[in-house]
């Protein structure tokens, strides 16, 4: 019986480890939160266009007033889910700076497709216009090329994940008879900074910013999560972007007098 138990549990943990989801993509569609509406703004005469956003996930390394995050988020991937298969460890972890890029797997996710300058272009843009803060709402390829009143830019300093597979100090030998009976396979965490800019395109000047800082985890089990080990980084941008929105609905009616 104890080897057919053995036997059982190294079975899982080998399925769970080579069975997982193949891609995952960043969707905004899949957020949970409805998008910030402004009903007050009835008649908006402002016109704004989404440029890509700019990937500064590297200037942590070089800019003192990110000295911390640079300190806690060092460059590239670090750890193993091998860990897990040591004795008295509780788990094997994975930690990615750029998910997108990176050549390991996931809890239960084997690649994130992720384009960070324009998906979450596209991402406020969408926000944009169902916020109804601007009269017209357009996309475009930079902001020299922009024909419209504000310019919307974004500037990414952190796009971090950090992963778990439980072992329970049991080792993945044994740990997948708990996996079996309920208890949680692992955790994963999604970490989302961006600040967002507002620019008047006649004089370039930023004249409105706000300063995103989200991170949310989400909990797998073998019966439910796979594959959801970065589904939480959309309801970030989304939480970013309604948090923003209404800061500039306060803001806006003095910037268009």
Not at 97 to 116: A, G, M
């Given at each position: 019986m104890k080897t057919?138990i053995?036997?059982?549990?190294?079975?899982v943990?080998?399925?769970?480890?080579?069975?997982c989801?193949?891609?995952?993509?960043f969707?905004?569609d899949t957020?949970?939160?409805?998008?910030a509406?402004?009903?007050?703004?009835s008649?908006p005469k402002?016109?704004?266009a989404?440029?890509p956003?700019?990937?500064?996930r590297d200037?942590?390394?070089y800019?003192?007033?990110q000295?911390?995050q640079a300190?806690a988020h060092?460059?590239?991937?670090?750890?193993s889910?091998?860990?897990?298969?040591?004795?008295?460890m509780?788990?094997?972890?994975?930690e990615?700076?750029?998910?997108?890029?990176?050549?390991s797997?996931?809890?239960s996710l084997k690649h994130?497709?992720?384009?960070?300058s324009?998906?979450?272009?596209d991402a406020?843009?969408?926000?944009?216009?169902?916020?109804g803060l601007f009269?017209?709402?357009?996309?475009?390829?930079s902001?020299?090329?922009?024909?419209a009143d504000y310019i919307?830019?974004?500037?990414?300093?952190n796009?971090?994940?950090?992963?778990?597979?439980y072992?329970?100090?049991?080792?993945?030998?044994?740990?997948?008879?708990?996996?079996v009976?309920?208890a949680?396979s692992?955790t994963s965490?999604?970490q989302l900074y961006?600040?967002y800019?507002?620019?008047?395109?006649?004089t370039?000047?930023?004249v409105?910013?706000?300063d995103f800082?989200?991170?949310d985890?989400?909990t797998?089990?073998?019966?439910?999560?796979?594959?959801?080990?970065?589904?939480?980084y959309?309801?970030?941008?989304r939480?970013g972007?309604n948090?923003?929105?209404?800061?500039l609905?306060?803001?806006?009616?003095t910037?268009?007098?």
């Amino acid at each position: 019986m104890k080897t057919q138990i053995t036997i059982f549990a190294a079975a899982v943990a080998a399925s769970v480890l080579t069975a997982c989801a193949n891609l995952a993509t960043f969707d905004y569609d899949t957020a949970a939160s409805p998008m910030a509406v402004f009903p007050e703004f009835s008649a908006p005469k402002k016109t704004v266009a989404v440029v890509p956003f700019l990937d500064q996930r590297d200037t942590k390394y070089y800019d003192a007033t990110q000295s911390k995050q640079a300190a806690a988020h060092p460059a590239g991937d670090h750890g193993s889910f091998l860990y897990g298969f040591i004795p008295l460890m509780p788990a094997g972890f994975v930690e990615k700076e750029k998910p997108e890029l990176s050549d390991s797997r996931f809890v239960s996710l084997k690649h994130f497709q992720f384009d960070v300058s324009n998906d979450l272009a596209d991402a406020a843009f969408a926000s944009l216009k169902q916020s109804g803060l601007f009269s017209n709402v357009t996309k475009a390829n930079s902001v020299e090329s922009a024909n419209a009143d504000y310019i919307w830019r974004g500037k990414v300093t952190n796009t971090y994940y950090g992963g778990n597979m439980y072992s329970y100090c049991l080792t993945y030998l044994v740990s997948p008879v708990f996996w079996v009976l309920g208890a949680p396979s692992g955790t994963s965490q999604n970490q989302l900074y961006v600040k967002y800019e507002l620019i008047d395109r006649k004089t370039g000047d930023v004249v409105w910013n706000y300063d995103f800082r989200g991170h949310d985890y989400i909990t797998h089990w073998i019966y439910a999560r796979i594959g959801k080990d970065v589904s939480l980084y959309p309801e970030l941008m989304r939480q970013g972007m309604n948090k923003a929105l209404w800061e500039l609905s306060i803001k806006l009616p003095t910037l268009n007098k």
